[in-house]
């Protein structure tokens, strides 16, 4: 099964799209997408909303699951006649950030390209008065990221007293961005009859207690755990003390042969740093991030699209749920301090079908972090080399400091909670309860480091249209960096030792 890039979506199935009952409408939108054969999400899901029933699908990006929930609902609104009353939308979608928002935003007009509805993308960042324009007469589809929606509903501008279909997309990330209770106060304003669908990638408690308290007998769908990388992602670590890994960068991306390279670090201060150090090393770079304004952020998410920027600086808010051609490359600058985090970075390649390459920086701090990963995940992914001396005590030092005081990381995420380093960790059967809970918090740490208010702004329709049309174009990233070096990784990580050694002898 192939999708419009060429990449191919696995399926044993034998369904075809039209075995699902889709309108004529659809199916030729598909088949201009390029879409032969449903994805395994599309297929069990699509049957489950057209029947109307409420559906919880477990499911990362890169499953197709946008169109498994769009499908269904343009096909209603292509059946149903209705008379929208002004201010109301028949389905909601919400979203949690604003370029996932703008994202499925673009691919309902893609779907839908043969039909008669009305949208709208409604997200911070950008005027509001377009958006009271927009929903004055209502509309068919209402895309919103959770805060400008409420901001909206405040001010009596949209009614959700006639939806009949809401989708909550990337639940558990509306939840790491402190977004559940805005979403209980946006469901408690829907009527009780209405068709409810919950995605997420995973199902922490809090999410499953919002599933109860919100959907009716779901139906419940899981493809692809989250917790499992896919097996077209090579992973690579790479051991190197903290100050090695600006020049580790520029040698990964001057020799390693990529399409598209996004490089994550955990701040917003860090992507602005490392931004400006890859574009002195003579590679094209931009930063996206929650503190960014919205149009700097369209702005490098669309050269980043068209090929004209060949490295995305991204922290993890700012990038989760993004559907970019042709990212071959993922670098991990600092690895993250929640090893669900590090899943969903890396799942930002390999997309649909392709094959991509993780290289994850990994100082003498971040080892626990890396344990972490590898429980989670359930693979072993590099022998640890022997610390130093130096560095095990610089290692037991950074473990003493409390949360969020370890001395230029940034952003408190990176503490260890209630002082549970691993040498402190609890035992006994309360201990993984109290690791999640941990977990749990370093994760709103990190969110709040990132800015959760990357909500409370952007996405113009307009913006969005660009995005769609910078999409289609296939021009190749034009980046200054040498061609035809093979991708040495062990020599970097040599030159990374040699560098060590070095230090060791001048100290
Ligand atoms: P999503 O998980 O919704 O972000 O989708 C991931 C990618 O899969 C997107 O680029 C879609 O264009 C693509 N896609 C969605 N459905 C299909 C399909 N049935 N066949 C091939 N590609 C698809």
């Known amino acids: 099964m ?10 044993n199935s034998l369904t075809q799209f039209n075995d699902l009952g889709l309108s004529e409408a659809l199916l030729r939108a598909l088949t201009g997408a390029g879409y032969s054969t449903p994805t395994p999400i599309q297929e069990k899901t699509i049957p489950v909303m057209l029947k109307g029933q409420d559906l919880i699908g477990i499911a990362q990006t890169g499953t197709g699951k946008t169109a498994a929930f769009v499908l269904p609902i343009l096909q209603k609104i292509g059946q149903e006649t209705i008379n929208l009353s002004g201010k109301h939308c028949q389905a909601l979608i919400l979203a949690p950030t604003r370029e996932l928002a703008a994202q499925i935003h673009d691919a309902i007009k893609t779907y839908g390209e043969h039909m008669y509805f009305t949208s709208t993308l409604i997200t911070g960042g950008v005027k509001p008065a377009p958006q009271i324009r927009a929903m004055a007469r209502g509309v068919n589809i209402l895309v ?57 990638a995973t199902m922490p408690k809090q999410i499953r207690s919002l599933s109860h308290d919100f959907l009716k007998s779901p ?176 290692v037991a030092a950074a473990a003493k400091k409390p949360a969020g005081g370890r001395g230029g990381r940034g952003g408190g995420g990176r503490g260890r909670g209630q002082g549970g380093q691993r040498q402190n960790e609890q035992t006994g059967p309360n201990a993984n309860a109290a690791k999640q809970a941990n977990r749990r918090r370093r994760r709103n740490k990190s969110a709040q480091a990132d800015g959760a208010n ?54």
């Open 2 to 11: 192939h999708n419009r890039r060429g990449g191919s979506l696995e399926s």
């Open 144 to 200: 919103a990221t959770p805060g400008r929606l409420e901001d909206h509903m405040q001010q009596g501008v949209i009614n959700l007293a006639e939806t009949r279909t809401v989708v909550l997309d990337e639940a558990d990330q509306m939840l790491d961005m402190g977004f559940i209770p805005a979403i209980r106060r946006i469901m408690a304003k829907l009527p009780k009859k209405r068709q409810t669908v919950l995605l997420s």
């Open 219 to 394: 139906v419940e769908i899981a493809v692809a755990p989250a917790s499992k990388p896919i097996e077209r992602i090579e992973q690579k670590i790479l051991f190197m003390p903290k100050s090695d890994k600006r020049d580790a960068l520029i040698k990964v991306l001057n020799n390693e042969k990529f399409d598209r390279a996004i490089v994550f670090t955990r701040t917003k201060h860090g992507a602005n740093k490392v931004t400006r150090f890859i574009e002195q090393a003579g590679h094209t770079a931009a930063a996206i991030h929650g503190n960014k304004s919205q149009g700097a952020r369209t702005k490098a998410l669309n050269g980043f699209k068209s090929g004209d920027i060949a490295v995305m600086v991204a922290t993890d808010i700012a990038a989760r749920g993004i559907d970019i051609d042709d990212v071959s490359l993922v670098i991990n600058f600092e690895l993250p301090n929640v090893p669900e985090v590090y899943v969903h970075r890396i799942g930002r390649t390999a997309r649909a079908g392709k094959s991509g390459m993780a290289i994850s920086f990994c100082d003498p701090e971040e080892r626990e972090y890396l344990t972490d990963i590898e429980k989670l995940t359930g693979k072993a992914l590099a022998d640890r080399p022997a610390l130093t001396d130096a560095e095990k005590v610089a």
């Open 454 to 507: 990357s909500n409370s702004s952007a996405g113009n329709p307009n913006a969005s249209n660009n995005n769609s049309n910078q999409n289609k174009t296939k021009r190749k990233p034009q980046s200054n960096r040498p061609h035809g070096e093979n991708a040495d990784l062990a020599g970097l990580q040599r030159f990374v030792g040699a560098n060590a050694n070095a230090r060791k002898r001048s100290a």
